[in-house]
Antibody, heavy 128, light 107 residues
C-alpha cells in the first residue's frame, strides 16, 4: 500500500524559499506514475503546483512556473518541492499526491491525471 | 487554463436525501474529470475518475456522470459520513484545475 509523507519547515520568511520533501513508502517512485504537489490556502480551494516523473520530466502550473522546482531522488524514493520568493499568499497546506489511473492505448503510455493517493499535508506559513 | 465551476457552493441536506452536485468546465474536457471528498483537516479523497468510474473502496451510493462540459456527482442516499466538501478536477489539459468546492452540511 503506497503511502506519502510530507516533511519540511512549517515557517518560511517572506522572500525566502519554501522547501518540502515527500517520502514514498510501500511502492517505488520509479513506477509508471507521475508525482504531484497540490496546495490549499486556509479556508480556500485546491491548486495544482506541478508534477514530476521518475525520469526527471516535469510539468508546472504556469502561474507558479517561474518560482517552482520539483525534483526526484530515486535513491531515497522521494520527491521535493522548492518555491522561491515566497509571500504571505503562499501560506497554505501543501500536499504531495500520486497521479493515478495511467493506462496504455494505441498511442502508448498515457499518464492519467487524477490524484489517487495523497499525503496528510503539511502547513507552511510565510511570515517574518 | 480551463476554468471549473461548481453549483451549489453550499448544500444543506438530511441523512437519506439524494444529493446532486454539478460541475462545469469552461471548455470540453471529454470525460477527464475527477471528484474528491474532503473533510476538515484531512487530505482530499478520490471518489470518481474519468467522470463515472468509481474508485476502489468507495461506496456505491456515489456515482458520477457527464461528458464534455457538464458533469454531476450524485449521492443516492446521504449518510452521516458524507458531510464534507466536494471538489471536481479536470485533467484533460495542463494546468490541472479544480472547482471551488461544494460544502454539504446538515440541514
Amino acid at each position: 500500500q503506497v503511502q506519502l509523507q510530507e516533511s519540511g519547515p512549517g515557517l518560511v520568511k517572506p522572500s525566502g524559499t519554501l522547501s518540502l520533501t515527500c517520502a514514498v513508502s510501500g511502492g517505488s517512485i520509479s513506477s509508471s506514475n507521475w508525482w504531484s504537489w497540490v496546495r490549499q490556502p486556509p479556508g480556500k480551494g485546491l491548486e495544482w503546483i506541478g508534477e514530476i516523473y521518475h525520469s526527471g520530466s516535469t510539468n508546472y502550473n504556469p502561474s507558479l512556473k517561474s518560482r517552482v522546482t520539483i525534483s526526484v531522488d530515486k535513491s531515497k524514493n522521494q520527491f521535493s518541492l522548492k518555491l522561491s520568493s515566497v509571500t504571505a499568499a503562499d501560506t497554505a497546506v501543501y500536499y504531495c499526491a500520486r497521479v493515478g489511473k495511467y493506462y496504455y492505448d494505441s498511442s502508448g503510455y498515457q499518464p492519467g491525471g487524477c490524484f489517487d493517493i495523497w499525503g496528510q499535508g503539511t502547513m507552511v506559513t510565510v511570515s517574518s | 487554463d480551463i476554468q471549473m465551476t461548481q453549483s451549489p457552493s453550499t448544500l444543506s441536506a438530511s441523512v437519506g436525501d439524494r444529493v446532486t452536485i454539478t460541475c462545469r468546465a469552461s471548455q470540453s474536457i471529454s470525460s477527464w474529470l475527477a471528484w474528491y471528498q474532503q473533510k476538515p483537516g484531512k487530505a482530499p479523497k478520490l471518489l470518481i475518475y474519468k467522470a463515472s468510474s468509481l474508485e476502489s473502496g468507495v461506496p456505491s451510493r456515489f456515482s458520477g456522470s457527464g461528458s464534455g462540459t457538464e458533469f454531476t456527482l450524485t449521492i443516492s442516499s446521504l449518510q452521516p459520513d458524507d458531510f464534507a466538501t466536494y471538489y471536481c478536477q479536470q485533467y484533460n489539459s495542463y494546468p490541472f484545475t479544480f472547482g471551488p468546492g461544494t460544502k454539504v452540511d446538515i440541514k
